[in-house]
């Protein structure tokens, strides 16, 4: 059985390798099933802004990339070109460009089966599933979505995404004690999908991946193989 291609969007001031390096814990819990391919956003991010610093998982080391040329996929204050999940906007800046860069993946790299984003890459995979589901991008063509430590967006711009739940399966993760996205603002998101499945861990804002886990993520994800 060929295993299930997922392209993966990474957390806000991360970028495709260092979220690599960060996920490592789930690419060998999944790796008889699943192949995690990644990509890193267009935008680079300048000034290190507390509200979304990664925080640092217990145990872990400096991560090789974890420092390097942060980037994020949309700004919530446009002058600033910064990011914070709960700052209120108009507009954001950016978020056209992301896109562009996911399509671009799909095409060269794909296809893929589904998506995962973290934190930030979370919110902007509920985006990607909206605009599948409205059929403005016809190169995806992702069969689920798993969106840890998600959210929606507090941006006015984008609530043109929530509008209608989306049908695409979903698995949300978050973690009990995340204290960059609490897990009430990643519950915020699940009426957005028609039938979510949810898998909470005790942890903070990091993707979980320990043996306790890998029960849900196969069952989720055996209905595509």
């Given at each position: 059985m060929a295993p299930l291609r997922v392209l993966c969007v990474h957390g806000y001031r991360q970028n495709g390798g260092s979220f690599r390096e960060k996920t490592g814990a789930l690419r060998k819990l999944l790796k008889k099933h699943v192949e995690l391919v990644y990509v890193s956003a267009p935008h680079s991010v300048h000034q290190v802004r507390s509200e979304e610093a990664p925080e640092k998982e217990s145990g872990s080391g400096p991560v090789p990339g974890g420092d390097e040329d942060p980037r994020g996929w949309w700004f919530s204050d446009?002058?600033?070109?910064?990011?914070?999940?709960q700052q209120q906007c108009e507009e954001s800046l950016g978020l056209n460009e992301?896109?562009?860069?996911?399509?671009?993946a799909v095409k060269v790299q794909g296809p893929f089966d589904g998506i995962l984003?973290?934190?930030?890459?979370?919110?902007f995979v509920a985006m990607l599933c909206s605009l599948?589901?409205?059929?403005?991008?016809?190169?995806f063509n992702f069969r689920f979505a798993v969106l840890v430590a998600g959210f929606p967006s507090a941006c006015k711009e984008h609530q043109k995404f929530y509008s209608a739940p989306l049908q695409i399966p979903s698995l949300h993760v978050f973690g009990l004690e995340d204290r960059v996205i609490p897990d009430n603002m990643s519950r915020e998101l699940l009426p957005s999908f028609q039938q979510?499945?949810?898998?909470?861990?005790?942890?903070?804002?990091?993707?979980?991946?320990a043996s306790a886990h890998r029960q849900t993520?196969?069952?989720?994800?055996?209905?595509?193989?």
């Open positions: 446009v002058q600033a070109r910064s990011f914070s999940a992301s896109v562009t860069v996911v399509r671009e984003g973290f934190s930030q890459g979370a919110a599948q589901e409205q059929k403005l991008e016809p190169e979510p499945q949810v898998l909470t861990h005790p942890g903070g804002h990091f993707v979980p991946a993520y196969q069952d989720f994800l055996k209905s595509f193989q």
